[in-house]
């Protein structure tokens, strides 16, 4: 248990379906992220948040559109995916301009079919 | 981009130590050296980091070269739970302490 919790944990979608995953932490972490994995790929990082503004964006594509309402959520609203978005989507939080650990999240399975 | 060099796989037996190598020729003065692991499936576990010294915590050690070029993580008595892939991430200031991950080394634990 790492801290930061992620849900659901398994989610299978059609590609016209719209489903939300959701990221919680209560570590008073400041700066949070998403990754995906693809099968036998590293993690690839695709949004970043710090004090709750967007700060990066790598270059992925608008059918995931992320949301961070507060410093303790982060959102990746899901829209008309496609098979080869199904990958482990990992949140990560850490404290901004620190070099102390991130945590992660045990990730969110997508299948899209 | 990852800035590590880290072999693809390696074996070790239950009980021993686990030597895992990894090269940051290009580590600049303000980076870290951090290491995580990710068990099947998982999310990845933080195990430690270091800027210049050596450092040890209840899960592991880290040897930092002097010149900071290199690096080893050593599991002190590996364990069957202890197989993973293990990654090796230099990170810092310049980069806002962002993780970026490359293969890592899968590491299999045989009893």
């Known amino acids: 248990e790492t801290g930061v919790t992620q849900t659901p944990r398994h989610l299978v979608m059609g590609m016209t379906n719209k489903k939300s995953l959701k990221c919680e932490q209560h570590l008073g972490h400041n700066a949070m992220y998403w990754y995906k994995q693809s099968a036998k790929k590293p993690l690839e990082l695709m949004f970043v948040y710090s004090l709750e503004e967007r700060v990066e964006n790598n270059s992925v594509p608008s059918r995931f559109s992320p949301e961070c309402p507060n410093s303790s959520h982060l959102f990746l609203h899901l829209h008309t995916l496609q098979p080869e978005d199904s990958a482990l989507y990992l949140c990560?939080?850490?404290?901004?301009?620190?070099?102390?650990?991130?945590?992660f999240g045990q990730g969110t399975r997508l299948t899209v079919v | 981009d990852a800035k590590t060099t880290q072999p693809p796989s390696m074996d070790c037996a239950e009980g021993r130590a686990a030597n895992l190598p990894c090269n940051h020729s290009t580590i600049s003065g303000n980076e870290y050296v951090y290491w995580y692991r990710q068990i099947h499936s998982q999310g990845p576990q933080y195990i430690i980091h270091?800027?210049?010294n050596n450092e040890t915590n209840e899960m592991a050690s880290l040897i930092i070269t002097e010149d900071r070029k290199s690096s080893t993580l050593i599991l002190p008595h590996a364990t069957l739970r202890d197989t993973a892939v293990y990654y090796c991430?230099?990170?810092?200031?310049?980069?806002?302490?962002?993780?970026?991950f490359g293969a890592g080394t899968t590491v299999t634990v045989r009893a």
């Open positions: 990560a939080s850490r404290i901004q301009g620190s070099s102390t650990e991130a945590f």
């Open positions: 270091g800027l210049k």
């Open positions: 991430i230099v990170s810092g200031l310049s980069n806002d302490y962002k993780l970026s």
